[in-house]
């Protein structure tokens, strides 16, 4: 498959002609379910990988994509880390779980207020759904949900209350840094100082459980990997090759720290190979909300922390028994992933009347020519604060919020929320196809097309924060530092 850049329109127009049909070459065995393995980048920008025009080499990603399917308008469920994950793991919206922002990790000795906020088992996951069809189940890496383990002053639910039968993995970032991690826990019990490279560690546990699984039952593993968020380290050999390339010492490391998360993704693969498991294997790859500095966009609009397109729009690929080989446009994203599982592999969803996410599959057969209905995010610490996809159409909302907050949700910052969605008043619409650098606001042109969609946005924030958890524990904002919008990245 060939490589673009979104700044590249007559390179992207030749590409996206490539969408291809269902190969049998990776059919799943007859009467055996297809395993899952998810493997979710943190914070990689759009336009970081080689396989998406960027500098990091990432050959293992790439293989994925020539064998599977590429994504070109595929976006996390959120603009920063716990939302995005509960949006992913849910199929649903993050707002209407009332994750707004990311959750700090509890700190040795410090059971802090500000970290009374956690995805509450009320919330279906996509575990808990694989679980009750038999599926084995098993979570690595980055947690970011709610304090983990729990403790006596946060007794939140851990990944084994929401369907993970096995977890391997950090509260939050990996500590120190990605190199000799001190964070990790194995089943709510500390491991101390583990030698070698988060990703690497994160991989060679993955292998180690596919050898202790029931070879008659299929899994699930859900690998959230540390990189490439900061504080980085990356191996020495990987930093030289791209100093040698001319990159200065923090783009050659964070470069350096990106292609070994793919090396660590390729031994995975190669282990599922090596035991015959790979051909029924559904794979997917995708970052968890964009870039800050030195990661790339692309030449999309914005970062992390921010509702425009760098900062939703992220890579995607998936390949396996049932997913065809080709280049795909349509708009899909992580609150997808749920409900076209449930759709794959022919397994029951106890909640599926309640996600906000849709099957693909009918967009991947050429079976259905749109998405049944858009998809939406907010951002309450950041103009704009929300936007929303349908169609072609990219619609980015927001008012004029002084508000100095701080950068964990307050207490005041949740009758805030619910009170935004009628406080919109500046509105800027995109056609995202044609434009998809964000540069020709068109509310003028096509006001009714702004009118509508700021209707449907505002329909779905009120719905969505109307059914959030009200957290009842969280600090106020007087005596903390404020935070002005728009903060540097941290």
């Known amino acids: 498959m060939s ?72 976006y996390a469920a959120a603009p920063v880390c716990s939302p995005s994950r509960a949006g992913l793991l849910t199929g649903r919206f993050p707002m209407s779980t009332g994750i707004f922002t990311y959750i700090r990790a509890r700190r040795p000795g410090r059971d802090l207020a500000e970290e009374q906020v956690w995805l509450k088992e009320s919330f279906l996951t996509m575990p808990e759904m694989l679980k009750s069809a038999g599926y084995q189940t098993a979570h690595f890496g980055k947690w970011h949900l709610g304090a983990y383990p729990k403790t006596a002053s946060h007794p939140h639910p851990q990944p084994a209350d929401h369907g993970f039968d096995y977890t391997f993995g950090t509260p939050n970032n990996a500590f120190p840094s990605h190199l000799n991690p001190t964070n990790f826990f194995r089943n709510g019990e500390p491991l101390g100082k583990i030698e070698g490279y988060s990703a690497q560690i994160v991989a060679s546990d993955v292998i180690a459980q596919l050898d202790k699984r029931d070879a008659d039952r299929p ?77 790339e966009t692309g030449g999309l609009l914005g970062e992390k922390n921010l509702v425009y397109e760098g900062g939703i729009r992220v890579p995607f690929v998936m390949a396996g028994p049932g997913v065809p080989n080709g280049l795909y446009t349509f708009p899909a994203g992580a609150v ?115 009118r509508m969609l700021a209707l449907e946005l505002q329909k779905i924030l009120i719905k969505d924060l109307d059914e959030a958890p009200i957290w009842k524990k969280l600090p106020s904002r007087k005596g903390w530092p404020q935070r002005v919008q728009n903060w540097p990245q941290e």
Request: overall charge negative; hydrophobic content about 40%.
């Open 219 to 295: 899994f699930f593993y859900y690998l959230a990997f540390h990189e490439p968020h900061s504080p980085i380290a990356s191996p020495e050999d990987l930093i030289e090759k791209y100093a040698e390339q001319g990159y200065g010492p923090v783009e050659a490391e964070y470069l350096a720290n990106i292609e070994n998360l793919d090396s660590a993704i390729g031994r995975v693969i190669a282990a599922l190979d090596e035991r015959s498991l790979l051909e029924n294997t559904v794979i997917v790859f995708q970052s968890d909300n964009g870039p800050i500095k030195p990661g």
């Open 3 to 74: 490589k673009f850049k979104i700044s590249q329109p007559a390179v992207l127009a030749a590409l996206v002609t490539l969408i291809g049909c269902f190969t049998s070459a990776y059919a799943a065995a007859p009467g055996k379910k297809p395993n899952v393995v998810i493997f979710l980048a943190d914070d990689l920008g759009y336009g970081d990988l080689a396989t998406y025009g960027g500098k990091a080499q990432s050959p293992n990603i790439q293989k994925l994509a020539d064998r599977g399917a590429m994504f070109t308008d595929y």
């Open 336 to 450: 997808d992933l749920l409900p076209t599982l449930s759709a794959m592999l022919s397994v029951e969803d106890a909640a599926r009347l309640s996600r906000d996410g849709v099957s693909i599959l009918p967009f991947l057969r050429e079976a259905a020519p749109n998405r049944p209905r858009p998809m939406a995010w907010f951002f309450y610490r950041n103009k704009p604060q929300a936007a929303l996809r349908s169609g072609d159409y990219v619609l980015v909302a927001s008012f004029d919020d002084s508000t100095a907050r701080t950068h964990f949700i307050a207490a005041e910052d949740q009758e805030d929320i619910r009170r935004m969605p009628s406080e919109f008043d500046t509105f800027k619409l995109y056609d995202i196809r044609k434009d998809p650098g964000q540069t020709k606001d068109l509310a003028k042109s096509q006001p009714e097309t702004t």
